[in-house]
């Protein structure tokens, strides 16, 4: 059975920093694409940060030179490392693994950036 899991989420003030993390089973992260989401209710799912298994990085406009990608293959997992947090940021956050046609998706975690 896969899972995707993530934890980290939490509560920061403006300006602060905060690391996802997002531990898979199930499956070798090494094997697919790892990606961070965002979600606010009731909006589409925004990409946040991509990770290819060739060492592309890949970042939405909004977050980039703040945030960081990287991945423990290791470890199966897979990090977002939040720096210099913005209220706008405040979202649930989800982490995606996909491969060809197989995708699965976290249950989310919820940031929340107090001004």
């Known amino acids: 059975q896969v899972q995707l899991v993530e934890s980290g989420g939490g509560l920061v003030q403006a300006g602060g920093s905060l690391r996802l993390s997002c531990a898979a089973s199930?499956?070798?992260?090494?094997?697919?694409?790892m990606g961070w989401y965002r979600q606010a209710p009731e909006n589409q799912r925004d990409l946040v940060a991509l990770a290819t298994r060739g060492g592309t990085l890949r970042y939405g406009d909004s977050v980039k030179g703040r945030f960081t990608i990287s991945r423990d293959n290791a470890l199966n997992t897979v990090y977002l490392q939040m720096n210099n947090v913005k209220p706008e940021d405040t979202d649930y956050y989800y982490c995606?693994?996909?491969?060809?046609?197989?995708?699965?998706w976290g249950k989310g975690t919820l940031v929340t950036v107090s001004s």
């Open positions: 199930g499956l070798r992260i090494s094997d697919g694409i």
């Open positions: 995606r693994w996909f491969a060809g046609a197989s995708e699965y």
